[in-house]
């Protein structure tokens, strides 16, 4: 695995970022050139528990002023308040996205709770380990690491197998049009999950483990919240 932090600019221009390839009606993802860009491996699993500094994780930890990057309690907070203030003048276009949001509000919690709790451990997690943020060798097609350090702190290895799962198990990107015609693929699924327990068995609790398939939703709802929660207060992070 090579560490991200290392890669120059020079080193970049033989890799390749997933978003660069293309997906769509295919049963793997190719590059414009025809390189296979499917081999999102253990390594990349390895990765985002590996990019981490200790010392970065311990310190913000103890940080009185330290917030968790996911946590879908302030999130269903954050779409709430913006509901109710309705700075865009949009909630009433959006009333049966709302609506959908509160019928699964539940899924919040599930992993939320337990870790307020303790019953989940707090461990070094990316917090935004979507496939967009994965290099690729432009040659191999293999993934080479994790990128995008700026959201790594203290959270869930869930969250991060979660977005693995959102992002990684459909042949489509999601910023590719209407949502209707996203799946999910579960030969994919299978693939992403034998790589990430493969690596990740050694230190997951069966608390952990028990919540996995469950990663995959809480994530979908959590990333739905907040892009609702921009499009009710006018577009000002999504673009």
């Not at 010392?55 to 308040?81: E, G, M, Q, T």
């Not at 609506?99 to 992993?111: D, F």
């Not at 299978?190 to 990740?200: F, K, N, P, T």
């Not at 499009?231 to 999504?238: A, K, P, R, S």
Request: contains cysteine.
């Amino acid at each position: 695995m090579v560490p991200a932090a290392i890669l120059s600019r020079s080193s970049c221009s033989r890799f390749r970022r997933a978003a660069d390839c293309s997906a769509a009606g295919a049963s793997r993802a190719v590059s414009p050139e025809g390189r296979d860009c499917t081999n999102v491996s253990a390594s990349v699993s390895r990765g985002i528990v590996s990019s981490a500094v200790e010392s970065v994780f311990h310190a913000a930890a103890k940080s009185p002023d330290w917030k968790p990057a996911i946590c879908s309690r302030i999130s269903l907070k954050s779409l709430r308040d913006a509901a109710v203030r309705n700075p865009a003048g949009r909630v009433a276009h959006a009333r049966d996205e709302l609506a959908r949001m509160t019928r699964h509000e539940g899924l919040a919690g599930l992993i939320q709770q337990p870790l307020d709790a303790g019953v989940l451990p707090l461990r070094i997690a990316h917090n935004d380990a979507k496939i967009a943020n994965v290099l690729f060798d432009a040659d191999s097609g293999k993934a080479i690491c994790v990128v995008d350090l700026d959201t790594v702190m203290p959270g869930s290895p869930l969250h991060d197998f979660g977005d693995m799962m959102r992002s990684m198990t459909s042949h489509r990107r999601e910023d590719q049009g209407d949502s209707a015609e996203a799946s999910l693929d579960l030969a994919l699924f299978e693939a992403r999950a034998d790589g990430y327990g493969g690596e990740a068995r050694s230190f997951l609790t069966p608390a952990e483990t028990a919540l996995l398939t469950t990663a995959g939703r809480v994530i979908t709802f959590e990333q739905g919240v907040r892009f609702l929660t921009d499009y009710l207060l006018g577009d000002v992070y999504y673009r």
